[in-house]
C-alpha cells in the first residue's frame, strides 16, 4: 500500500487559510487521494478526496500536485470547529480499506 | 450525524470477559470496517466485510472475531479481554469496495477492562 507522510502539528489563526501538505511519493495510477479529520472525542469525518484533478466542496479544497506524489488540503478560512486531527490516505483499490498514519493535528487560535 | 450506529456507547467489563459489539451501517452501505484506537497507538485497521463476506484483514487478534449479517449489520467480538484492549472502538462503511467511496465513522464505543 502506498504510503503517506504529513506532519505532525500545525497552528493557524483563526478566519485564516491553513494549507495542510501531504506527501506520497508512492502513490500509483489508480490510487485515489481521501482526507479524513478527526474532532476531539468524535468518529473520523471524511472532508474530500480526489484522483488527478484539483477538487472543492462545502468543507474544504484539494490541491494535487502534477506529479500526484504531494496534496495539499486547503481550509480557506479556519475556525476553531476545525482544530482535529488530519489524515491523509489512499485507500487500498479492492478494497477501500484505509490504514490511518499520525495525521497532522490542527491548532486554531483564535 | 453519519448514519452509522454503534452500540453500546460505553462498555466496562473485567479481565477475561468476552463482550460483542454492534454496528449498523448507513443505509446502502454493503461494506463495514473496524478500527481499533487506543491513545499509544492510533488508529489500527482491524477487519472489513462487503455483503456478508470478509474482504480484508489487518491487525486483528486472534482473541478477536467478527461478522456481518444478511442485514447488513456487523458485529465485533473480543474475548479473553486484557487491560490493553481497552480502547475507542469504530466502525465505519461505505456503499462499495471501490477506492472512490467515502467512508462514513460511528461515534464508537468506548472498551474499558478493568
Keep these: 500500500d502506498a504510503k503517506t507522510t504529513q506532519p505532525n502539528s500545525m497552528e493557524s489563526n483563526e478566519e485564516e487559510p491553513v494549507h495542510l501538505p501531504c506527501n506520497h511519493s508512492t502513490i500509483s495510477g489508480t490510487d485515489y487521494i481521501h482526507w479524513y479529520r478527526q474532532l476531539p472525542s468524535q468518529g473520523p469525518e ?10 472543492n466542496n462545502r468543507m474544504a479544497s484539494l490541491a494535487i500536485a502534477e506529479d500526484r506524489k504531494s496534496s495539499t488540503l486547503i481550509l480557506h478560512r479556519a475556525t476553531l470547529r476545525d482544530a482535529a486531527v488530519y489524515y491523509c490516505i489512499l485507500p487500498t483499490y479492492n478494497n477501500n480499506d484505509m490504514r490511518f498514519g499520525a495525521g497532522t493535528r490542527l491548532t486554531v487560535k483564535p | 450525524d453519519s448514519g452509522v450506529t454503534q452500540t453500546p456507547k460505553h462498555l466496562i467489563t473485567a479481565t477475561g470477559q468476552r463482550v460483542t459489539l454492534r454496528c449498523s451501517p448507513r443505509s446502502g452501505d454493503l461494506s463495514v470496517y473496524w478500527y481499533q484506537q487506543s491513545l499509544d497507538q492510533g488508529l489500527q485497521f482491524l477487519i472489513q466485510y462487503y455483503n456478508g463476506e470478509e474482504r480484508a484483514k489487518g491487525n486483528i487478534l486472534e482473541r478477536f472475531s467478527a461478522q456481518q449479517f444478511p442485514d447488513l449489520h456487523s458485529e465485533l467480538n473480543l474475548s479473553s479481554l486484557e487491560l490493553g ?8 462503511s461505505s456503499v462499495s469496495t471501490s477506492n472512490r467511496a467515502e467512508a462514513f465513522f460511528g461515534q464508537g464505543t468506548r472498551l474499558t477492562v478493568v
Design chain 1, 46 to 55: 471524511y472532508v474530500i478526496h480526489g484522483l488527478t484533478s484539483n477538487v
Design chain 2, 85 to 92: 484492549d481497552s480502547a475507542l472502538y469504530f466502525c465505519a
